[in-house]
């Protein structure tokens, strides 16, 4: 089984800095993503992370250290409407197709 | 493209009442599976496929079946309707194969179990 964690709530400035982490325990790691979701909407595909290292997407970053167990998400040039939630997923192994299990989400209010 | 396409989006069932919630997919993906979300659970897997013919049970399959009869389509019922069972419902796809094969999510359907 997985185990993930991530903060509940996060509160930034519109046009700051914010990071969202997730630690994770998994016995056969094959990926992690990241998606949003605002409020009563479907969660959208953010980003990517299979290798160590720091994947950029415009203002969007994700960061995997392996061996850590440790993500985090970068969000950049905050704005109003990346207030939603942040769900962090774990992919297991490789037979089961693409299983995700999720965090219960971060979610995260930007404010003037 | 519709993507993926679920049917109701709203429902209210009394418990003990069975129904069908439909999901359709127009990307030919060969896994399609179905969440539920619960404030403070996060998305939860009852149900996974990873072909026509092919289905296995998630985290939290108790009370509800599936089946694949077709690549497009993958419907969840459930049997007799508990309070329980009260949640959002997504149903999610995308190819088979591992990498950076991306879940696309349906709009969601919300049930209510009086």
């Known amino acids: 089984g997985q185990n993930i964690d991530q903060p509940t709530e996060m509160t930034a400035t519109e046009g700051a800095i914010v990071q969202i982490n997730c630690t994770y325990q998994?016995?056969?790691?094959?990926?992690l993503f990241w998606y949003q979701q605002h409020a009563a909407e479907a969660p959208t595909f953010l980003s990517y992370?299979?290798?160590?290292g720091l994947e950029e997407k415009g203002r969007f970053s994700s960061f995997l250290s392996r061996s850590k167990g440790y993500s985090y998400l970068l969000l950049k040039e905050l704005q109003m409407k990346d207030s939603a939630s942040y769900l962090c997923?774990?992919?297991?192994?490789?037979?089961?197709?693409?299983?995700?299990?999720f965090g219960t989400g971060t979610q995260l209010k930007v404010e003037l | 493209n519709a993507g993926v396409t679920q049917t109701p989006k709203f429902q209210v069932l009394k418990t003990g009442q069975s129904m069908t919630l439909q999901c359709a997919q127009d990307m030919n993906h060969e896994y399609m599976s179905w969440y539920r979300q619960d404030p403070g659970m996060g998305l939860r897997l009852i149900h996974y496929?990873?072909?026509?013919?092919?289905?296995d049970q998630g985290e939290v399959p108790n009370g509800y079946n599936v089946s694949r009869s077709t690549t497009e389509d993958f419907p969840l019922r459930l049997l007799s309707a508990a309070p329980s069972q009260t949640s959002v419902y997504f149903c999610?796809?995308?190819?088979?194969?591992?990498?950076?094969?991306?879940?696309?999510f349906g709009a969601g359907s919300r049930l209510t179990v009086l």
């Open positions: 496929s990873v072909g026509a013919g092919i289905t």
């Open positions: 997923a774990v992919r297991e192994g490789s037979g089961g197709g693409n299983k995700l299990t």
């Open positions: 998994t016995s056969g790691f094959n990926g």
């Open positions: 992370n299979v290798l160590d």
């Open positions: 999610a796809s995308s190819r088979r194969n591992s990498g950076a094969n991306v879940l696309t």
